[in-house]
């Protein structure tokens, strides 16, 4: 069992010397990040500090310039965008990127890992398995009830529920939320940390957040992103009372 | 059973293909002399253009501008065919080099160019029909959607093939005819298609083509494939992000507008007896966009609509008042985008159904806006019901 072991201990996803430059400006610069199985991380950082941009590199929505990603010993730059989801990385986006034309319940099985060619999305059954996972993540995602409402009438905080939902149905490895909570209510926002919390057994996530409440609630270690570069990492305590931290929030 | 039903779109689906399958089938063959029937018939093969665009521009958010060069293509292959056909030595005797379509003769061309060749062979052409204009697509497709060319630069690279195309054709007279085109097409495998009898016939045959054409449409959008392209319009980010190469789907779909084009084409030149660059440029590729956005973008059955009713208009129009067409066409796209952008497929289901209710005097439970986001659920438990 020493290999189950070895893989444990392993990074799921390894980030180094990750830079990527537009026209010059650093928007990411030789970037260190590991991130454990089964952990949750939050990325924090003020506006401009590179933090979407690290999950678009990740994902490759934009091509690193210099470095590289491992994920669970994959080398992810230069992988085309749908190999790096079909390897196991979900990403969300900022704003809730759903599919406002198709019920809740073609929203999700939208994203059932089956079908993904086009002579397979041509013949593709929706079989009892599709509809049980369908239904499943629905509960799990408080949308349950609403699996034949025309997801564009949706409230903001149910889209963004949504498309956390439509990443659950590919059950990918690494989770990446950016922004999960924004535009949320109060109870919404309980709703989603007790649901985080939920997902995130058996995967790693990654999360991207502004609301300092919601990331204690959710977080196993904080990472402060600042100009491209790790300013500091630790607790949520010792990040919060990390001097340089408070400087580049407050500084200013 | 049910899962025919869901092809076709439940009864009304069902209802919407048999009123325009009666109408093609009995009515026109009944009501219309053998020319004006001929002309409905010319109007189908602009048809399968425009189904065509349906599936790609309207659920694939793909709009194309040149589809005039698949329609040409495929036209062009079938008269190939024909014209080799109606040059035996025989009937061309009185050329200096007798066997070859006359036009080649009177370019000094005195060998059959090695492009003709295989032409000979019925079988190659009807593969060729297809094949040419998918293969075609094909290669733009990779060419445009693997490097995400999309949109209006898409539309632009488009009319850019449409007028290449078109100032090849022109170009290569001893090849392709020129400006002319080929023409005098007189039979085919030996049966004359210019009379009376056989274009009935034949108008049977691209009537059935045509709705061969519809029902892949269909089977197309009730299928997984049908609600990705509609999630691609939506937000194109998100499909790719959910693990699919969102450029593979935009190529088939634009393949198969092509090849619904091509088949168009190919009966066209059997039924009106000639294929010319006029059927491939810019002005006739805008032309079938119009067919599609009148009849309604977003149905495949309206699309025919849009295509006989414009076609109908348009010589209708360009007999009476020559000069007024072209404004009234313009007119016309314009009304089309600003007061009804899904075309007479979406005023019917605003205004049509509502109307066609009131005076059957039947009452209807909910307005038949609210009726359709409870019809798109419907699929769903039907499934559930039907699975072993």
């Known amino acids: ?252 | 059973m049910n899962a025919l039903n869901k092809l076709l779109g439940g009864r009304q689906g069902v209802i919407g293909l048999a009123v325009l399958a009666a109408l093609i089938f009995v009515v026109f063959p009944l009501l219309l002399d053998a020319f004006r029937l001929n002309m409905v018939g010319k109007y189908l093969t602009y048809a399968f253009v425009a189904v065509g665009l349906v599936l790609c521009w309207g659920y694939g958010g793909i709009l194309s501008l040149g589809q005039g060069v698949f329609f040409g293509l495929g036209g062009y292959c079938m008269a190939m065919f024909l014209k080799l056909e109606a040059s035996d030595p025989e009937s061309t005797k009185i050329q200096s080099t007798p066997g070859i379509p006359d036009f080649m003769d009177w370019n000094q061309i005195t060998e059959l160019p090695v492009l003709w060749v295989p032409f000979h062979s019925f079988t190659f052409t009807v593969i060729a029909v297809v094949a040419v204009p998918v293969i075609l697509a094909l290669v733009i497709g990779l060419a445009m959607f693997k490097r995400r060319v999309g949109d209006v630069y898409f539309s632009i690279v488009t009319q850019a093939i449409a007028l290449i195309l078109t100032v090849l054709i022109i170009g290569q007279q001893g090849l392709t005819g020129g400006v002319n085109g080929i023409t005098d097409l007189k039979t085919l495998l030996g049966w004359d298609i210019r009379s009376d009898g056989a274009k009935l016939i034949l108008y049977f045959i691209n009537a059935i083509l045509l709705f061969g054409c519809i029902i892949i449409g269909k089977f197309i959008l009730a299928s997984k494939l049908g609600r990705l392209l509609m999630a691609m319009r939506d937000k194109e980010e998100r499909v790719r992000f959910s693990g699919y190469d969102v450029a593979s789907f935009k190529v088939f779909v634009y393949c198969i507008a092509a090849g619904f084009s091509a088949i168009g084409g190919a009966m066209f030149a059997l039924q009106v007896g000639f294929m010319s660059p006029s059927f491939v440029g810019i002005v006739p590729s805008i032309e079938m966009v119009i067919f599609a956005a009148v009849g309604g973008r977003m149905s495949l059955l309206g699309a025919v609509y849009g295509s006989l009713l414009v076609n109908y208009g348009k010589t209708y129009f360009s007999e009476s008042f020559p000069e007024l067409w072209l404004y009234l066409m313009g007119g016309l796209f314009i009304a089309v985008v600003m007061y009804f952008p899904n075309g007479l497929a979406g005023l019917w289901e605003s205004h049509g159904r509502k109307w066609l209710a009131q005076i059957s005097k039947r009452p209807t439970p909910v307005a038949p806006v609210l009726t359709k986001p409870a019809e798109a659920a419907k699929p769903v438990a039907p499934a559930l019901e039907t699975q072993p």
């Not at chain 1, 089964?38 to 990740?58: M, S």
């Not at chain 1, 491992?70 to 079909?86: N, S």
């Not at chain 1, 398995?129 to 349950?144: H, K, N, P």
């Open chain 1, 1 to 252: 069992m020493s290999a189950v072991g070895f893989q444990m201990n392993k990074p799921v996803l390894a980030i180094e010397g990750l830079t990527v430059s537009f026209d010059g400006f650093k928007a990411v610069d030789s970037l260190n990040l590991y991130i454990d199985r089964n952990e949750v991380r939050v990325v924090i950082g003020p506006n401009g500090a590179g933090k979407t941009t690290v999950l678009d590199l990740i994902c490759g929505k934009t091509r690193a310039t210099s470095g590289s990603i491992q994920f669970d010993g994959r080398e992810l730059t230069g992988m085309r965008e749908y190999d790096i989801v079909r390897a196991g990385v979900g990403r969300k986006f900022q704003t809730p990127s759903i599919y406002d034309n198709l019920s809740v319940f073609e929203n999700l099985e939208m994203s059932f890992p089956k079908g993904r060619t086009v002579f397979g999305a041509l013949f593709f059954k929706r079989s009892p398995q599709v509809v049980a996972r369908v239904e499943e993540v629905a509960a799990d995602i408080f949308l349950g009830d609403l699996l034949q409402q025309q997801a564009g009438l949706l409230s903001h905080g149910q889209k963004q529920w949504l498309e956390i939902g439509m990443l659950l149905m590919q059950d990918p490895e690494l989770l990446m939320l950016d922004e999960p909570v924004a535009g949320m209510s109060v109870s919404e926002r309980a709703q989603t940390a007790d649901l985080l919390n939920r997902i995130s057994q058996g995967r790693s996530v990654l999360v991207i957040e502004h609301d300092m409440e919601f990331v204690k609630s959710i977080a196993h270690k904080v990472t402060v992103l600042h100009q491209g570069k790790v300013l500091a990492e630790g607790s949520m305590e010792s990040v919060q009372n990390n001097p340089k931290v408070i400087e580049v929030y407050l500084g200013h």
